[in-house]
């Protein structure tokens, strides 16, 4: 197995942020997802917007599940805190680790399998109880680990890469999350760094629950089912003594368009993505109205990008549960256990 590692080196010339670091200090290992595969335009936004916010790497916590997307948080943020926990339980993990140190800054990287399928119900406990994260899905549509059955997201009349279409109703992540009581709801494209970014800014410097749904095209799963140079054509056709995969190499989907303008994209198989961009006097102050905007796009087969709902009064789970400002983990046993006349007063004060 060959192992390719990022030389330790950095130019001299390379701008640095007001930490003295460069934007080379918030990368991780070399990506190994197929190339032109838009989760890694989202590491590289990420990677961009902590540098621009002055983060130290060493103040984040990033954690995810299970699937292409739970991959990514070792491409980016590479001397920060990180753990891999098993399909759609990220949200518990991250949730605890929240409460034992409130000091970090959390970041959740999920798929649209790991959050909306196997992980839904983790999903919607995480946002309803206001856990202080920014809690990121890579969107694709597809199981892309699995051969790129489709996901909860998919939406109906989706064709896959075997020719199936699907015919079941899809989940809308950014709408759950809003029913949910999220205090910042967006949506974003992977191919569209310059909306992208101030986006992921946003959700970090939050203090609440925020959401960011970010459609990310897959690459690996958009063959033509007519092509004879199609992997499922060759492989009906051929005799060989393995079975190998080829992805070969895929320019990466970027687009640029205005506040209130929608665009078609092209995919790699040729289909075609609209996206919508929220008008400059949009209100995202208004849940509500929020809810039906996204709805009446959705009628006419638009992707809504942007951020779509804020609360700048949000109260997260802390404070919900009046806990200390100290950090639970600092604290020793003295605070952590006061004794038994104060545990009978507790339990007094339940009966």
Known sequence: MTYIAKPKLHHPTLTCNALGYTRRDYEGKVSTLCAGCGHDSISAAIIQACWELDIEPHRVAKLSGIGCSSKTPDYFLGPSHGFNTVHGRMPSVLTGANLANRSLIYLGVSGDGDSASIGLGQFAHAIRRGVAM?????????????????????????????????????????????????????????GDKQQLVPLIKAALAHRGAAVLDVISPCVAFNNHPGSTKSYDYVREHNEAVNRLDLMPPRAEIAVEYADGETVEVTQHDGSTLRLHKLHADYDPHDRVGAMNYLHAHQARGEVVTGLLYVDPEARDLHAHLETVDAPLNTLGEAELCPGAAVLGKINAGLR
Do not use: H
């Not at 109703?169 to 709408?175: F, I, N, Q, R």
């Not at 809003?178 to 949506?187: T, W």
């Open 134 to 190: 920014t809690y990121i899905v890579e969107n694709n549509g597809v199981y892309g680990l699995t051969k790129g059955q489709f996901s909860a997201t998919a939406d109906p009349g989706s064709v896959s890469k075997k020719g199936v279409t699907n015919t079941d109703s899809p989940l809308d992540l950014v709408g759950l999350a809003l029913l949910l009581g999220a205090s910042f709801v967006a949506r974003g494209f992977s």
